[in-house]
């Protein structure tokens, strides 16, 4: 499974969210990250559509977390960036050449879309199950107890 490199970029930006007290710059989140501002524009926009994150227009504008960071999984960002199709699209392929597969055994999923499908579906509820906020404070125990608070003070600055 390949994932856009704007699904990375998307849940950085809002783990950085989730510590904001004001509305950040998306200018400021490319710094940050120092990723390209037109890209990351464009993700920032995706999670807008999604409903992901607001954003506050002006002087003062930018990104804020739409709804609390423990109410965002990272399965509805990588939604929100790479869209809902499956990974998997089984074309049934055991219907084609010399010796095509039909009538009953063509009514039911083949060994290989259901052990595909059903990846994706473990894959999907492990995703479902970890929220921004539970990879803030994992954010905080890896980089150290002030990480997150110099982040902080950063966006301030």
Known sequence: MKLAAGVEWALHCCVVLSQATAPVPGARLAELHDVSRSYLAKTLQALSRAGLVSTAEGRDGGYLLARPASEVSVLDVVRAVDGTEPAF????????????????????????????HDAEQAWRSSLRQVSVADLAASFDATSGSAALRRLSDWLAG
């Open 89 to 116: 699209r089984c074309t049934e392929i055991r219907q084609q050449g010399p010796f095509p597969t039909t009538g009953e055994a063509c009514l039911t999923p083949c060994g290989i879309a259901k052990v595909m």
